[in-house]
């Protein structure tokens, strides 16, 4: 099994940042791309970021880029988001993945989810 766990999640105010952290774990874990998503309250859960695992290529959602950054620490099993210029519209429970198969871009191609957290943007 893999475990992911989230965290640095919170609440910022707008124009401000967040760095969220998601460690990876479990006997099965083989690195590979992984991925951030997001879901806000009452939208459906929508794709954010995704590395592969050299960090070679990054993807990102045209709401975001440009001001989130994705990374990792592949000696730590680690990824990050770091979130600049915040807005209220970033306001949702974030989630990372770890990709099977499939577009970077889709929720269908990730096999492992973690149990998300919370950011919430102040105006």
């Known amino acids: 099994q893999v475990q992911l766990a989230e965290s640095g999640g919170g609440l910022a105010q707008a124009g401000g940042s967040l760095r969220l952290s998601c460690a990876a774990s479990?006997?099965?874990?083989?690195?590979?791309?992984m991925g951030w998503f997001r879901q806000a309250p009452g939208k459906e859960r929508e794709f954010v970021a995704a590395?592969?695992?050299?960090?070679?290529?990054?993807y990102y959602a045209g709401s975001v880029e440009g001001r989130f950054t994705i990374s990792r620490a592949n000696a730590k099993n680690t990824v990050y988001l770091q979130m600049n210029s915040l807005t209220a519209e970033d306001t949702a429970v974030y989630y990372c993945?770890?990709?099977?198969?499939?577009?970077?871009?889709?929720?269908?191609?990730?096999?492992?989810w973690g149990q998300g957290t919370q950011v919430t943007v102040s105006s």
């Open positions: 993945a770890v990709q099977w198969s499939g577009s970077v871009y889709v929720g269908a191609a990730y096999a492992y």
């Open positions: 590395i592969s695992w050299s960090g070679d290529s990054t």
């Open positions: 479990g006997r099965t874990f083989k690195p590979g791309t």
